[in-house]
Structure formats: structure tokens, C-alpha cells
């Protein structure tokens, strides 16, 4: 028996004890699995065996019934990744002694939605899992506790990255999968903050299902807090954020290393760099020189376009479909979430976006004169490639208009029709 802390009420208290054995509420009417998504298979957490004496025979879902399952189906499972917050539903060797792989990316539940690494890490598992799996197919089983709101944020994340469409698609297709999908709104309107999309008007949460709204009240009519979703309360952290904005700021979210080799090996290819005896990659950004007496004979030798004195963070930029990534001089990347839609004929929000566009540039500070308000702003000085062509033999002034035309104008021609709208 363990004491946990619970929004539960028991005879005028907040504790209360619990058997590691209870079943996660709704978890019993719950249905099992979802359709196919690729490879991936939406499910509710299989529970183990030492749950069976408080399951009837006929509602039991365990590792060994989920196998059972999918292979009747035709489906074999070779990835197990568990969302839920806990570690009392069943043993890991429930899978591994089959020969199938287990994943745990810890992810609190309730309205906290997972974080950005998380889906980061999912999203990157999955896709190498699937390039694995290329001769011979196999699923990714994708659980949290019911399998609707975790499971769906972390598929839709996948979907909108590797298949190109909206979160209004994403959301639909795992919907049609996993209906009803999504059930709580934090969820959605997560999704479409992070990708910068409107939500339609004509969109509506879908109503918490029957066999969930059913079982969120105790005997005494208060609210059952599931052990896995780490409670209310863990929605509102004690975080001191400083309102002050600077140059050390640690932006975004740094990738895994494969992700990392990846990346860096595009910059080198669309610079027409070598690497090294050693395999080192150094930052292949442009350096400032100091306006010496030698460097000024530069300007004698050659034209240069001239403008004014940054004073910020050098950083590249890498373009991609689910995001930038922001390149120090390290050559260390950090994922930041911004949108740069490709050139469209159409108004309104384009359909594609840029993807591994590089640009040369440095982060500053403005700060405006009339409010003091602090805002970021990145400065492009080139253009290095775009969507996967390396640009950088052409002459300057031909980038300049590429850039102006195929990445700027675009950004802000969306971004005003989002103002206005």
C-alpha cells in the first residue's frame, strides 16, 4: 500500500491509500485500440497481469492479449511507447521477452500536455523505427491511459511533420482511428498554437465519452484524480520567469543527436564543405572580421553591400517543415517553433511550407520606444539553400531577390492576413 496525494475527498481528508492494483478510472469500458495510422496503433494501457483478479475475463486487455490481437489482424507489433506517467501497469518484460522493443517517454497527463522534447523524442523514434522497418513490416503500439488525449496530441504532432497537412487534418485522421480523438480542448488548442494555425470556427471539442464521464466522480460525488496524470496541481508550477529578455537566453529545444549528424552533415553539403580527416564539423556561418588597415583593401578589390551594426548572437537557421532550428556558433542546434510558408498564388494560409531552407543571420534585441517592450528579431544576411538546393554559388545580389521573394514576402503576407483575420 502507497499514500498519495489526491484532489479525492475522504471523510474530511486529502489523503487517502491506494492499492498499486486499482484500475485507472474508465480504463474498464474503454475501448482497447484504434485503427492503423501508418505504423502506428493508438491504444489504451494493457494492464498485467496482477490487475486480472479485479477484471472479468472478458474485459481483460494484457500484453500478451494485445499481441494476440494485432497478429490477428495481421499486425505485428516490433514498438511499445508508453505515455503514461507511471510504471505500476505492467512489467517491461511483458514485451522485451517477446522480442518487441519498449519505449517510455513520461508524459504527466491531464490538461498539462506533453512538452516539446517529448514530442521531439517521439516523433524522432518513430520515424527511425519506420525507416528500420522497411523490408519488413512492423507497428508501433502508441498507449497513454485511455489512449485519446496523450496518444492523439503525440500522432497528430507525427502526421503533421511527416505527411505536410494541417492540424485540422491530423486531428480528423486520428479521430477516424481513435474516435471520438481529441477530447480536451488545452489538447487542441495546443496543437494549433504550435503550429500557428487558426482554429475554424466550425470546429468543436468533442464531449469527454460516456465510458470516462461516467467514472470521474468517487462514491462521494468529488472528482477522481487518476495516479497517472500526476493531479491538478502539477499544472501550475512554480516557475520565476525574468520579464527581461537577453542574448544568453537559451532558446528552443536541443534534438537528438542522430537528428543533430543529420542536420549538420545538409549545412556542409549546401555549403560544398569537406569534412575533415577526424570527421570534425565546425560552424560554417560567415565570422566578422575587424575593419582593419588590410581588411579595408577589400573594399578597394570588390563591391560589398553595406548596412548597419548589429549587435546580437550569430546564429544560422535551417528551415524545416515541423520547425527552425537555430544554429550557434558551436554548431549546436535548438528547435524554436516558427512557421515560413512557402510562395503561394493564393491569400490565406499556404498549404506548404519551406523545408531545409539555410540562411545566414544574427538574433537581436529591439526594444520599442514608446511601450520599452523587448522583442526578438532575427537579422538574415544570406541565403544559403533553399527547400534542399544549395544557392551559394550565385551571385549575392540573385540570393538577395530569392530570399526577399520565395522567404520573406511570404512570412509576412501570411502573417498580416492572420492579423487581420
Not at 517521439?122 to 520515424?127: D, H, I, P
Not at 482554429?199 to 465510458?211: A, D, G, I, N, Y
Request: proline letters at 5%; hydrophobic letters at 30%; charged letters at 25%.
Amino acid at each position: 500500500m502507497h499514500t498519495a496525494q489526491s484532489s479525492s475527498h475522504n471523510q474530511g481528508t486529502n489523503n487517502r491509500f491506494y492499492d498499486r492494483n486499482s484500475l485507472p478510472h474508465g480504463w474498464l469500458d474503454c475501448p482497447p485500440y484504434g485503427d492503423e495510422l501508418g505504423c502506428i496503433i493508438p491504444s489504451k494501457v494493457p494492464l498485467g497481469e496482477s490487475f486480472n483478479e479485479y477484471i472479468n475475463s472478458d474485459k481483460r486487455y494484457s500484453s500478451q492479449q494485445v499481441i494476440h490481437q494485432q497478429r490477428l489482424l495481421g499486425r505485428e507489433l516490433g514498438l511499445v511507447i508508453d505515455l503514461t506517467n507511471t510504471s505500476r501497469y505492467y512489467p517491461i518484460s511483458d514485451w522485451t521477452r517477446k522480442g518487441i522493443n519498449y519505449l517510455k517517454i513520461k508524459c504527466r497527463g491531464r490538461d498539462a500536455v506533453p512538452d516539446d522534447a517529448s514530442v521531439d523524442k517521439f516523433v524522432s523514434e518513430v520515424l527511425q523505427f519506420r525507416s528500420r522497418q522497411m523490408h519488413s513490416k512492423k507497428y508501433v503500439l502508441v498507449h497513454c491511459t485511455h489512449g485519446h488525449n496523450r496518444t492523439g496530441y503525440m500522432i497528430a504532432h507525427f502526421l503533421i511533420r511527416t505527411e505536410s497537412i494541417s492540424v485540422t487534418e491530423a486531428m480528423d485522421k486520428f479521430a477516424r482511428a481513435r474516435h471520438p480523438g481529441i477530447y480536451k480542448q488545452d489538447y487542441i488548442d495546443a496543437l494549433y498554437n504550435f503550429y500557428h494555425e487558426i482554429k475554424p470556427e466550425f470546429l468543436v471539442c468533442p464531449q469527454t465519452p460516456e465510458w470516462k464521464r461516467s467514472s470521474d466522480l468517487d462514491l462521494n460525488g468529488q472528482t477522481v484524480t487518476d495516479q497517472d496524470d500526476g493531479g491538478a496541481a502539477a499544472l501550475k508550477e512554480n516557475l520565476v520567469r525574468s520579464e527581461v529578455i537577453t542574448s544568453e537566453d537559451v532558446l528552443g529545444e536541443s534534438v537528438p543527436p542522430d537528428q543533430l549528424q543529420t542536420m549538420r552533415q545538409f549545412c556542409y553539403q549546401a555549403l560544398k564543405l569537406s569534412v575533415g580527416a577526424r570527421g570534425n564539423m565546425q560552424f560554417p556561418g560567415s565570422h566578422p572580421v575587424s575593419l582593419s588597415r588590410d581588411n579595408l583593401q577589400l573594399l578597394r578589390q570588390r563591391y560589398y553591400y553595406a548596412t548597419w551594426k548589429a549587435d546580437g548572437t550569430r546564429y544560422m537557421m535551417l528551415i524545416t517543415w515541423d520547425g527552425c532550428y537555430l544554429i550557434d556558433r558551436k554548431f549546436y542546434f535548438r528547435k524554436v517553433q516558427i512557421r515560413f510558408p512557402c510562395k503561394s498564388s493564393n491569400k490565406g494560409i499556404a498549404e506548404k511550407t519551406h523545408h531545409y531552407t539555410l540562411l545566414d543571420g544574427e538574433m537581436i534585441i529591439d526594444i520599442e520606444p514608446n511601450t520599452q517592450n523587448q522583442e526578438r528579431r532575427y537579422l538574415i544576411y544570406d541565403l544559403i539553400a533553399i527547400n534542399q538546393v544549395s544557392v551559394m554559388e550565385r551571385p549575392f545580389s540573385e540570393r538577395w531577390m530569392i530570399l526577399e521573394n520565395e522567404v520573406i514576402k511570404p512570412r509576412n503576407c501570411e502573417r498580416d492576413f492572420l492579423y487581420q483575420t
